[in-house]
């Protein structure tokens, strides 16, 4: 799976682009909509569970990343922007199942560009601290973003598919 992954300790950001062989709506839907969101936001052997979601400005997104043994790990995104079908932002948060943040966290901003019926998708998180960039780059999420987008290719071939 091709996808381009850039680390920038100086400005404590990490970029990913990654080219769609679909067009934009379809791949917009499945960054907006928890119920295609939960089928491939967690790489192997994790699962997402949505439990509360209201894609908004001032809105949010409340899940977990499930392990197969029930383990949950809570995460919360809330919107700050959203220019619908070419870009959201977003506040993201580890938390608690009570949505008690575990601070500090990481802005998000995602842009969605369309030629030719293909789809790029370039996502730039920043981080208040060199800390939590390093810890996250640490514990895998290079490796961890690359199965997500790995899912999210394959469920956008099977919605495609569907829509014929």
């Given at each position: ?23 934009r709506a ?9 119920e ?9 052997p ?5 439990k ?6 001032g809105?949010?997104?409340?899940y977990?990343?499930?392990?197969p ?9 809330r919107?700050?922007s ?7 932002k977003?506040?993201?948060a580890?938390a608690?199942e009570?949505?008690n943040?575990?601070l ?22 920043y981080n208040?601290s060199?800390?939590?960039l ?7 999420f290079r ?7 790995q899912?999210?290719?394959e ?8 829509q014929?």
């Open positions: 799976m091709q996808m381009d992954f850039v680390v920038n300790k100086e400005t404590k950001t990490v970029t990913i682009t990654k080219n769609f062989a679909y067009e379809l791949v917009w839907d499945a960054y907006t909509k928890p295609i969101l939960d089928q491939w936001w967690a790489p192997k994790l699962s997402s569970r949505t509360e979601m209201n894609f908004e400005v809105g949010r997104r409340f977990a990343m499930v392990s043994d029930g383990g949950e790990r809570w995460s919360v995104q919107y700050t959203i220019t619908p079908k070419t870009n959201f977003f506040f993201n580890f608690d009570d949505e943040l575990e500090p966290g990481s802005d998000w901003d995602l842009n969605f560009v369309e030629q030719d019926g293909k789809t790029t998708v370039t996502t730039t998180i208040e060199l800390e939590r390093e810890r996250m780059i640490e514990f895998g490796e961890g973003t690359m199965g997500q987008l899912n999210l290719e469920l956008l071939a099977t919605l495609k598919q569907a014929k």
